[in-house]
């Protein structure tokens, strides 16, 4: 089955093609950081009207493999910002009902974490989903494609939010991410003691704006005496991901396991890549996750998702709405 998929829940208008949820024909993304990047961050009315323009040369493009019409329209419905969903679940809507052809709605979070079923290394069920991204810090146990039980979550800022507040106080652009990541490998991570907050919760949450401020709080008070950048954000960048590898090890232990799906947009960080690898092999926990472009927003993870939904009965109306806080496992 020809899925068409569509993706604007943030800053990137995306539409591709897949073939019964497995493989990609195309899978078309184009960005918008450049619009936001000024700000430091996505300005949610300039994303919404980026949207409005990129969408429809973006689905048309994604299209080009196709030899008739698709026979199914999988959107983002939530969790985003409002305007932005709005742009591509009324074009979903509108491209379904003029095929005549179903249309399903698809949570933007359940998608990245089965993002790897495009390259053929999606686990059986059940497994733990991790799910790192600029809005999202997620922990889930997964036990089917419409089956994502949260076990743990951030109490405030996302990772990647993390990451794009303090590149954008140390004055290294936006998205944060990438610049610390390639920053963080040429410093010392213990140049700087920062805080690991949560670490003995108890349960598998996250909280992430205090660090942020810690990061802010050091350099005020350290002014000239400050260490390199690069030790900053590699200081930072450990005590960040330091909560992130233990809680999700202790997902997978605390529910019996043996697979952890990591997806989003952090999760093409090389050092969680990397640390949380270590960690998992060292408890016979298998670690996957996609490429770097299937980690990141893209409409591929979407159609896939769809695909698995349309299989399982679901069907969205033509009066399908948004939902900025799409819950887990429950809205379809
Ligand atoms: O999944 P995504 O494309 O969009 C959301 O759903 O939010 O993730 C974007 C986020 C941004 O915060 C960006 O800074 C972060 O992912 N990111 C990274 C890396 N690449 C992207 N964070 C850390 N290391 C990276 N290499
Ligand atoms: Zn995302």
Not at 69 to 87: F, K, Q, R, W
Not at 232 to 255: G, M, P, W
Request: proline share 5%; glycine share 10%.
């Amino acid at each position: 089955m020809l899925v068409l998929g569509i993706e604007t829940s943030c800053d990137e208008s995306s539409a591709a093609l897949v073939s019964d949820g497995l493989e990609t024909l195309s899978n078309v993304v184009a960005s918008q950081v450049d619009l936001h990047s000024s700000y430091g961050g996505v300005v949610p009315e300039i994303a919404a009207r980026a949207h409005v323009e990129a969408l429809i040369p973006v689905v048309k493009e994604a299209l080009e493999p196709a030899d008739g019409a698709p026979e199914l329209v999988a959107v983002t419905a939530g969790p985003g910002l409002v305007g932005s969903l709005a742009v591509g679940v009324s074009a979903a809507k509108g491209l379904a009902w003029s095929w005549g052809v179903p249309l399903v709605a698809v949570n933007h979070v359940e998608a990245h974490a089965f993002a790897p079923a495009l390259e053929g290394t999606l686990p059986g069920f059940p497994f733990c989903a991790l799910v790192v991204s600029g809005g999202h810090t997620l922990l889930a146990e997964v036990r089917g494609y419409d089956d994502m039980r949260p076990v743990g979550q951030t109490l405030d800022d996302a990772l990647g939010e993390a990451y794009d507040k303090v590149a954008k106080f140390l004055d290294l652009g936006y998205p944060g991410g990438p610049v610390i990541d390639r920053l963080a490998a040429e410093g010392d991570g213990a140049a700087v003691e920062f805080p690991r907050a949560m670490m003995t919760s108890g349960d598998l949450n996250f909280s992430l704006s205090g660090l942020k401020t810690a990061v802010i709080r050091y350099m005020r008070g350290a002014g000239e005496h400050a260490p390199a950048v690069a030790d900053v954000a590699a200081s930072f960048q450990e005590a960040a991901l330091e909560v992130v590898v233990k809680k999700t090890v202790r997902a997978c232990l605390e529910l019996g396991l043996r697979d952890v799906v990591m997806g989003g947009g952090v999760a093409c960080n090389r050092r969680l890549r990397d640390w949380l690898g270590e960690k998992c092999a060292a408890e016979g926990i298998n670690l996957v996750y996609p490429s770097p472009e299937l980690c990141t927003d893209n409409a591929a993870m979407v159609a896939a998702l769809g695909y698995r939904l349309y299989e399982l009965g679901y069907r969205a109306a033509l009066d399908l709405d948004v939902y900025t806080n799409f819950r887990l496992g429950t809205d379809h």
